[in-house]
């Protein structure tokens, strides 16, 4: 299939150069930068020497709609823009925010802009992948939001899930490639930092969307981010107060049963914690479950590559369904150390 890629020039964009490389199904046939067309693309990601003599291409839709797939990585309200230029039979996975919130109040609140609407939500261990594999086109998570709602899913039966307590640290790439200088690397390194302070980051409405929608159940979370001093990876760590009585055996049992037919998410043996370096570079994510007697919560911590299953990762796992192939395509299990 001719596959394009929108945005190639960022984080995500190369991230998905590189796992696209390698993909047996997809062919590389347009890769565009707005802001750093006619670059050579090796100039902003020197690590894809496999690109050396290719350059950026403006953005056309005229381009885009002589490919057969679309992966657009956009700033969020960006992609919007174009969808109605693009002809409805090219599949698309979007890796912004425009189209994951079905809630115009949610949109307006936590971005900026007009609501754009809602496609299936690409969260294939929670939504399903049958489900994603029925349309055409996906929102693609966050990344926050992936490492997060796939950390509280199983335990929802378990808790009020009203009562949400969740503290997540990001590597720097999470926050793009524009230059900001709280993100130099002078200011980041050794030192951690709080950031959207008092529950307002943009990703979690769509956490809380997916999961009530999903269970039937009225999930709101507290979520605390922050920024830690490595380019990638998320580490995220939610607790939720029991409502019934229930062994750490049981909530064992069921992380392993509702992830057990998952080719990505794995729950690590007793004693093991979640590391971040354990998963970079790969689509795959580690889960660690503790039950906290004293208070009477679960405790979840997950981690995940923020670029992998974050962003480029998934979105050729979701890529993968909506074209009829399997999850797992191209995606390599192991991680990169």
């Known amino acids: 299939m001719n596959v394009g890629v929108i945005g190639a020039s960022g984080y995500a964009g190369g991230e998905l150069l590189r796992l696209l490389t ?15 067309s006619g670059e050579l693309i090796s100039s ?6 496999n690109f050396a003599d290719m350059k950026f291409e403006a953005t056309d839709t005229s381009l885009i709609n002589k490919c057969e797939l679309v992966f657009l990585a956009l ?22 925010a425009d189209y994951r919130l079905a809630s115009k109040e949610s949109w307006q609140r936590y971005y900026s802009g007009e609501h754009a609407g809602k ?8 939504v399903g992948s049958a489900q994603i594999s029925k349309e055409n ?36 790439t999470g926050a793009g ?4 200088i709280d993100l130099l690397g002078s200011e980041v390194m050794n030192s951690m930092s709080v950031y959207k302070f008092g529950g307002v980051h943009q990703h979690t409405p769509e956490i809380e969307e997916c999961l009530t929608q999903w269970s039937g159940a009225e999930v709101k979370l507290s979520f605390t981010p922050m920024l830690a001093p490595m380019p990638r990876g998320i580490l995220a760590t939610v607790s939720g107060k029991s409502i019934k009585s229930v062994s750490i055996e049981r909530i064992r049992q069921t992380y392993e049963k509702f992830y057990q037919n998952s080719s990505f998410v794995s ?55 909506i074209c009829g192939f399997n999850e797992d395509l191209g ?4 991680a990169v150390r």
């Open 44 to 49: 902003i990601h020197p690590h894809l020497s």
């Open 137 to 172: 086109r996906v929102a693609n998570p966050g990344c926050y939001a992936t490492a997060i709602s796939l950390a509280i899913a199983p335990m929802i039966e378990f808790i009020d899930a009203s009562d949400l307590v969740v503290v997540a640290a990001s590597g720097t």
């Open 331 to 334: 995606l390599s299990s192991l």
């Open 177 to 180: 490639r524009s230059a900001k």
């Open 119 to 126: 496609w299936v939500y690409g969260l294939p261990e929670i």
């Open 22 to 36: 390698n993909h047996p199904k997809f062919n590389l046939s347009y890769i565009s930068a707005g802001s750093n």
């Open 75 to 96: 700033p969020h309200g960006e992609s919007a823009k174009l969808i109605s230029q693009i002809d409805e039979k090219i599949k698309i996975v979007d890796l912004g």
């Open 267 to 321: 729950l690590l043996p007793v004693g093991q914690m979640p590391k971040t370096s354990s998963v970079g570079g790969s689509n795959n994510v580690q889960i660690q479950v503790a039950l906290d007697e004293h208070t009477q919560r679960i405790v979840v911590s997950s981690v995940i590559d923020n670029l992998g299953k974050g962003a480029a990762g998934q979105a050729i796992q979701n890529a993968n369904l």
